[in-house]
């Protein structure tokens, strides 16, 4: 491996060589080397296939990257308290490393805590008691609303955690209670009852900083505007309501874990979340850190490489998180022409699902269903 001063020298000559690691580096990476040219990181040899990946350590982008195996993942990272696994929703290749590091940390140590994204604190009974065996999986997936890939994603982890006793976290907020917020601001919140508000975090974090700023580019690159003219007071205000809904996530995400810490002293998390919601150290994991700064803190990123036969990531990628997956790239979801608005209608009927049943004293109809980072 090249040390971090050429490394960065590299990173700013366009003629800079291609660097082949050095044999330590080649060994770490189970025969895989990582080379680095005009500042950009490749891999030495091309994925096989949609399952194929490799892991980057990156020191939090403050030392040079080192490739390395499953095995020394784990090792890295069962020093610290909590684990945010982001992932690709969809990616069979995140979820079945997912499936393999929580195996190899409960191996290093039987006390971690699997907390999800994917089950809201609402149904946190029924997921208790399908790990206690009370209930089986269609229940489970009924009443406790599952994601649609639930027995290819999210099955192997729970029936993991169940086999093993290790206590799982329910961490997300309801969806209608995030549209709540997203229709009408925070203030909505006020309108719940008093079980109703358990489930959204107690405070909801809007301050403006790198995470807004971060929400805004990805509403203006998607085009998710809301009902008003981009540049309008009223699509700044919708904005700006998607954004509340976003972080009231994060923010009951972050409180879930933090309690789940607090009622299993001596044990870490392994938390499930999209990408969006722990990348650069952002979003849910920096509300973790507010409510308490003392915890060890790691991210695993997932990066979607451009090519499979020469998989690549740039320089950037090092500060979003303390280990890069590298993935196969997903197919494209149309192809260029192609009528997607059959596609359009069915996606807007699944957030129609999420309506809030609440709305301030005198409000004239229902508000927009808010935007959503992944």
């Known amino acids: ?13 366009s003629s800079c060589a291609l ?37 980057v350590v990156t020191g939090d982008g403050k030392a040079a990257p080192r490739m390395a195996d499953l095995a020394q993942v784990a090792d890295t990272l069962e020093a610290f308290d909590v684990v945010f696994y982001g992932e690709r929703h969809g990616h069979p290749g995140v979820h079945l490393q997912q499936m393999k590091l929580l195996r190899a940390l409960v191996e290093r ?15 946190q009974g029924i997921v208790d008691d399908y790990v206690a065996r009370r209930i089986g999986e269609t229940t489970l997936i009924d009443k406790g609303r599952a994601w649609n890939n639930y027995a290819a994603a999210y099955r192997p982890l729970l029936l993991f955690a ?17 549209s709540c917020v997203g229709q009408w601001g925070p203030a909505i919140l006020d309108r719940f009852t008093p079980l109703e508000r358990t489930w959204v ?30 540049g309008t007071p009223e699509s700044a205000a919708k904005a700006q309501r998607s954004f509340a809904a976003q972080v009231a996530r994060d923010d009951t995400m972050a409180e879930s874990i ?24 952002l979003g849910t994991v920096e509300r973790l850190r507010m409510l308490d700064p003392k915890l060890k803190v790691a991210v695993i990123e997932p990066v979607e490489v451009e090519d499979p ?12 998180g303390t280990v890069l997956q590298l993935v196969y790239p997903n197919p494209d979801s149309f192809a260029e022409g192609e ?11 699944a957030h129609h699902v999420n309506r809030c049943k609440y709305s301030p004293p005198g409000a004239q109809g229902a508000g927009h269903p808010p935007a959503r980072a992944p």
């Not at 140590?109 to 149904?123: A, C, G, K, T, Y």
């Not at 169940?162 to 995030?178: K, N, Q, T, Y």
């Not at 810490?261 to 969006?276: A, E, I, M, N, R």
């Not at 009528?339 to 009927?349: E, F, L, R, V």
């Open 1 to 13: 491996m090249l040390s971090g001063a050429v490394l960065s020298a590299c990173a700013f000559l």
């Open 19 to 55: 660097q082949p690691a050095s044999p330590e580096a080649r060994a770490a990476g189970s025969g895989t080397a990582l080379r680095e040219v005009d500042g950009h990181y490749q891999l030495d040899r091309a994925f096989q296939d949609f399952y194929d990946t490799a892991f």
């Open 109 to 123: 140590n039987p006390h971690w805590i699997l907390s999800f994204e994917q089950f809201e604190r609402d149904v």
């Open 162 to 178: 169940r086999e093993h006793e290790l206590p799982v976290v329910a961490a997300e907020a309801p969806g209608w209670a995030i």
């Open 201 to 230: 975090a107690e405070e909801v974090h809007v301050e403006p900083g790198a995470y807004q700023d971060k929400f805004m580019d990805f509403m203006g690159n998607s085009g998710a505007h809301g009902s008003g003219k981009p």
């Open 258 to 281: 933090e309690r789940a810490l607090q009622q299993h002293p001596g044990y870490k998390v392994l938390h499930l979340t999209g990408s969006f919601h722990s990348e650069a150290f």
């Open 309 to 320: 036969h020469a998989p690549a990531f740039g320089a950037d990628s090092l500060r979003d």
């Open 339 to 349: 009528d997607t608005s059959g596609s359009m209608k069915t996606m807007a009927h």
